[in-house]
């Protein structure tokens, strides 16, 4: 059976300037600034700008409310953050993001590592950040989504029963995370019949599996993917989760098949040689190294 | 729309002993034979063991008999061997192998630059072969079936032609492959609508497509796939073009998908491990360094 026809476009998130920079060296408030508009002027509409976290915990994340301010905004560009609880959430909206990412691990053991809370904690905050949002959406981010490096698989329905629950508190959006990168395209079909298609992806590309689940996510009609320029990211409380979607080989496999991301390749591809020099070394992305397929040998 | 129910069961050919170490220094004989003999003790049951070229073309497959001398041939494994001529085809039956491959391009530019001949001439010799190898099967693998580096797109019909001829001259099965990397589930797609099902996929991870383009041909019923232990491999005549599909990385994704394989994945990452030893560096599959999704964190 042929595949079933994908979406005619899909909005593309790139979580670079957060999640590919969070494990890093701390970059300069200018860098991530620089990284940002350029990110736009390739054509990305959204993007994970900063998270407004606690410098000791995650240095490379320290000046997000400079980071903001640095940022050329762009109308039609959505600037995102993510934000831990109330405090992170209050300097957020003081720095004028359009909207907040709160994580919520479907791994019990998980969460704690990452917040220092139980989920059922971890959920009242989420309900805590939406209200105190108002018209801002807040997109709740279901990570270990897929199964945990501690628990092992979790089921689909107490996933997206977290979802579910973040929805009701007044979030704008569910993304569900492959933190660990231990989702195959099963695993997605397996959520998304609990969940229905009206939500974001969010995959790591640990074992390889990130572009094979985000087109099985597509051939059922999901829209909305978290990617990262370059393949940078990974969770600094996994071992082994090493790397985002590249969103260069999203948009890139996208061109090929007909699916508008209104993201220009080779410009996003100068933007994956910008992250290289600043982590001083080459990006994971397989398309960052060999270019798209249009390019013709030398 | 869920995805169409996969094969039951695959056939995996690992090429790793030819493709994956063809453009690294030399490996000792004794070595490469290590490797044929425990990718058999880890379930593998068909192996591309040598290349019966020219030393001096490729410096890597020389002292091919040797090799197969060397092997420990267990029964119910399959012993290939790939040859470019009569000559080579000579020398692999009197070493006793239970299968050959020949190789012709969809593109004439890089078959000139592969093999010194145009792809028709490259079309005679694969019968000349097919001729000579009697009851031995010949499996023609139709290189830069999803794209040429030198001409770009090749018609989905003049790809499936070579593979036609091929079978009409004898050879008992065809394998496409996508020597570049540049195919993506379109145009595996495209293709399978003109060859049909019944072919063999050979993929290259160069723009990380591999394990995509691999799940879209099992959605459509293959069964029959090239992969390489540690995603080692590339072609010599093509820049860029780096990465075999990595067999544990296929092996791990179909393990989570109840699809068999006869292959045990964790024997496979030990021998991804010998594969990295050999070559003096980490091997390009995400697998070998994340293990499969069964591992926990410590």
Redesign the interface.
């Known amino acids: 059976?042929?595949?079933?026809p994908l979406p005619a476009s899909v909005d593309i998130r790139d979580v670079g300037p957060r999640d590919g920079l969070q494990a890093e060296a701390p970059v300069p408030v200018a860098d991530r600034a620089r990284l940002i508009d350029v990110l736009a002027l390739a054509g990305v509409r959204r993007i994970e700008a900063a998270a407004f976290v606690s410098p000791r915990a995650v240095p490379a994340m320290a000046g997000a409310g400079e980071v903001m301010a640095a940022v050329d905004r762009r109308p039609g560009v959505s600037y995102a953050a993510l934000v831990p609880n109330l405090n992170g959430a209050e300097a957020a909206l003081t720095a004028g993001v359009d909207e907040l990412t709160v994580t919520i691990s479907a791994s019990d053991a998980y969460n704690r590592r990452n917040v220092g809370m139980s989920t059922a904690e971890s959920a009242r905050v989420v309900a805590e950040v939406a209200a105190l949002a108002g018209p801002v959406p807040v997109d709740a981010v279901v990570s270990c989504a897929f199964?945990s490096?501690?628990e092992?698989d979790v089921a689909a329905d107490a996933v997206a029963g977290l979802g579910g629950r973040a929805l009701d508190a007044g979030c704008a959006r569910v993304t569900y995370a492959d933190t660990t990168?231990?989702a195959?395209?099963?695993?997605v079909?397996d959520l998304l019949?609990v969940t229905g298609t009206d939500v974001a992806l969010h995959l790591h590309?640990?074992?390889?599996?990130a572009?094979?689940n985000a087109?099985?996510a597509l051939?059922?009609?999901v829209r909305r993917f978290d990617t990262a320029v370059g393949g940078l990211g990974g969770s600094l409380f996994?071992?082994?989760?090493?790397?985002n979607l590249?969103t260069e080989?999203l948009v890139?496999?996208l061109d090929?098949?007909?699916v508008v991301t209104g993201i220009d390749v080779e410009r996003l591809l100068a933007v994956a040689a910008f992250v290289s020099e600043l982590v001083g070394r080459p990006v994971p992305?397989?398309?960052a190294?060999?270019?798209?397929?249009?390019?013709?040998?030398?």
Do not use: H, I, K, N
């Open positions: 059976m042929r595949a079933a199964g490096p501690y092992g990168g231990m195959t395209p099963r695993r079909d019949d590309d640990t074992r390889g599996t572009l094979v087109y099985a051939q059922r009609g996994a071992a082994g989760a090493a790397g590249a080989e890139a496999m090929d098949m007909g992305s397989r398309v190294s060999a270019g798209p397929r249009s390019r013709r040998a030398g």
